[in-house]
C-alpha cells in the first residue's frame, strides 16, 4: 500500500484539485490534515475519498506538531508513506523505485512554467535527492523521535534512517515537480509570508526567502519530459 500524506490549507482554487487527479495514479490512500481552511478544500478532499483530518496548527509556527500528527495518521496500517505537498507531483511513475525502506527524489523547483525550474546557490532541490518516501509496514510500534522548530521542521521523524537505513535515490525522471514559486503572485505569497516570521530564520534561510523575488533568477530547462504535470485552477 502507498500512502501518499499532506498538509494542506485554502488549496481548492489552486493546483490540488489538478494534484489529486494525478496521486490517485499511483496511492492507494491519501491521508490530509486540513490546516484551518475555509474554501471547502476539505469537502474536495473528501470527494475523493481521502482521509481527512481537520485540525489547525498553523505551519509557520508550530509545524513540527504537524508534522508528527500527520506521521502518526499516514503510518498506522501503511506500507510506503510518501510526503507531497499540494503543489507538488512526480514528474513520472516512480513505483518500480520503491526498494529497500527510503527512496529519495530531487526536487525541482518550477518557475513561471512547466519547462524551467530555479537553479543557484539558494535553490538546489534538484542537484541529490533529499525529498524521501519512508517504507513503515515493519515499523508500525517504532519510537520516532521529532526535533523542535516552527518553520522547516522537516516532514520525517528526526531518527528516520536510524530505524530505516539507507536511502536509496530514485532517478531523476522520477524527480518531484514543485510548482509552489511557478507564478508571480504565489511567489510574492510567499515571500510575505516569510518575511512575517523572518525574526525565527536564521541566516541561510533568510537569504533564501529574500531570494524569492529576485529580479532576474537562475533558471534552467527541465532535463526529461514528465508523464504527470499540475495544472492551475481557475476560481
Known sequence: MITVATIVRDERRRFLPSALEC?????DRIVAVDDGSKDGTHQLLEEHGCEVYRETFDLWGNETAARKFLWDKAVKDSEWVVHIDADMVPANNFIDALTGSLVGFRVYDLWDDERRYRSDRWWTGHRRPYWTAANVHKH???K???GDAGIHSGHLPL???EQLGTVYPVARECSMLHYAYSRPE????KYEK???VKEQLGPRQL???QSIIDEMPRLDTMPFEPEWELQWTTP
Open 194 to 196: 516569510y518575511m512575517a
Open 23 to 27: 496521486w490517485s495514479e499511483f496511492a
Open 140 to 142: 508500525q510500534d517504532a
Open 144 to 146: 520516532w523521535v521529532w
Open 159 to 161: 531518527n528516520v534512517r
Open 207 to 209: 537569504f533564501h526567502a
Open 186 to 189: 504565489l511567489r510574492r505569497a
